[in-house]
């Protein structure tokens, strides 16, 4: 089955640049989408097909998208960015699978 | 603007079924695909499966053995049973909607399932 790994949490420091990972075999090759869950909450789409943006999503948002990684980037981080992050990808044998989410505090 | 609302107990007992019904506004069930996705306690999103126009199915494979999702289209709902479940299928589910190379840009707002005696 195909997995996607992505670090367990990471710190940004407050207008700083954070970058999320997603990793996974030939990932590059697969379209990957980002969601973004606060406590609480439904998980919100930020990033479709690797850099797209939703609208309504702020530019801050992000995406790449090559070999073995996906990333997601956040720019000029705020609080209110505080969430979990999650990659999610699709498989031909495994189907949809996410990441095991990132969460990510901002310093 | 596209709205969806889980329902259905929250409590289940443990080797029983969980059923959850998602209603849908805004949109025709008809159109794109329709997924539920949970989130376990502490733990990360994990996707049940969905079912597409057609009325079509696809499952995560380690759940594909209990699990069946239908569909309603004359009262816009679809629906996700879980059988044989067990404390490890306590969670928040959610339906969404799933436009595949799009991602899932609608979900519902969650309901908490717990299995219990």
């Known amino acids: 089955s195909y997995e996607v790994t992505q670090p367990l949490s990471m710190s940004v420091a407050l207008g700083q640049t954070a970058n999320i990972t997603c990793g996974g075999n030939?990932?590059?090759?697969?379209?990957v989408h980002w969601y973004q869950q606060k406590p609480g909450q439904a998980p919100i789409l930020i990033l479709y097909?690797?850099?797209n943006r939703p609208s309504g999503i702020p530019e801050r948002f992000s995406g790449s998208n090559s070999g073995n990684t996906a990333t997601l980037t956040l720019s000029r981080a705020r609080p209110g960015d505080e969430a979990d992050y999650y990659c999610?990808?699709?498989?031909?044998?495994?189907?949809?699978?996410f990441g095991g989410g990132t969460r990510l505090t901002v310093l | 603007q596209v709205q969806l609302q889980e329902s259905g107990p929250g409590l289940v007992k443990p080797s029983e079924t969980l059923s959850l019904t998602c209603t849908v506004s805004?949109?025709?069930?008809?159109?794109?695909?329709w997924s539920w996705i949970r989130k376990p306690p502490g733990k990360g999103l994990e996707w049940i499966g969905y079912?597409?126009?057609?009325?079509?199915?696809i499952y995560n494979a380690s759940l594909k053995s209990r699990v069946t999702i239908s569909m309603d289209t004359s009262r816009n709902k679809f629906f996700l049973n879980l059988t044989s479940v067990t404390a490890a299928d306590t969670a928040v589910y959610y339906c969404?909607?799933?436009?595949?190379?799009?991602?899932?840009?609608?979900w519902g707002r969650g309901t908490l399932v717990t299995v219990s005696s």
């Open positions: 969404a909607r799933d436009k595949g190379d799009f991602g899932a840009d609608y």
């Open positions: 805004g949109d025709s069930i008809t159109n794109f695909h």
């Open positions: 079912i597409y126009h057609s009325g079509g199915t």
């Open positions: 030939d990932i590059g090759t697969k379209n």
């Open positions: 097909r690797d850099y």
């Open positions: 999610q990808v699709w498989d031909t044998y495994t189907n949809w699978v």
